[in-house]
């Protein structure tokens, strides 16, 4: 799950304003100094950083979040509240890159499992089969592979360089999901248990269809937080030789 990680990457490598102790600085031209210094900068947002005003990260929270019916698998109308992502402090880093020309930040990591769980509301159908229920619900994924894009721009702030993230991208690929959501069906709870079994036989169509909208919204969370960071730390900070190469 490469993916979210990405991101906290991008605050490994950064050294600011009085940063906290044990982040580690690169040349931005050392690729190997940058994908150690991220992979150590990922558990240490796990509990946030208060003087940063950075939340914690592990697990990621989403207040709430809409999905529209009309897909193709999942014709669901959907609602979820308190919705959090845990494991990603736990992730790998397998590659990592930071290009200044085109202004562009790419994360690969993995994961052995990542749990994303909370409160749904939904009504709709789910492979023909009608649903009308809310509940706890919880979403496994197994060995997440994640990829992180952010583009973003650099601008100045009081006579010093700062990066701004205008985009970000997150995708997932995974061996396997697992679903559990409780009270699918309100009024026939005969029916609840074998459509659950029909979600999981079918976990990958579910997966592509139901996942995306998730990464989105934690590509915007993680969005957030870069530019948290960033607006604090200039790149002279971040980079050991960034001011050289101005």
Known sequence: MKFLVVIFSLLSISLAQKL????????????ECLVE????????????????????TDP????????????????????????????LSNSKV?????????????????????VISGHYTASGKILLLPVDGSGPFT???????????????????K????LRANSAKLLFDVSHASYNFTNLLKRNRNIEQSLGKV???????????????????????????????FSRVPLSEVFLDYEYRQ
């Open 199 to 229: 979600l999981n036989e079918n976990w990958k169509e579910i997966f592509d269809e139901l996942v995306p909208f998730y990464t989105d919204a934690y590509a915007q969370a993680l969005l957030q937080v870069v530019n948290r960071f």
């Open 159 to 162: 006579g010093q360089k700062h």
């Open 20 to 31: 906290p102790f044990g982040f580690k600085r690169c040349s931005i031209k050392d690729n």
């Open 60 to 87: 990621l929270f989403i207040p709430e979040m809409s999905i529209g019916g009309g897909q193709q698998v999942i014709q669901l109308n959907q609602v979820y509240k308190n919705v959090s992502l845990k494991g």
């Open 139 to 157: 979403i496994v994924l197994d060995q997440p592979v994640g990829t992180l894009l952010v583009d973003f721009a650099i601008h100045s702030k």
């Open 94 to 114: 397998t590659s990592f890159s930071f290009d200044m020309k085109d202004e562009r930040i790419l994360l690969y990591t993995t994961v052995d499992k990542l």
């Open 37 to 56: 210094a991220v992979q150590e900068a990922i558990p240490k947002f796990k509990d946030g950083i208060k003087e940063f005003g950075i939340p914690p």
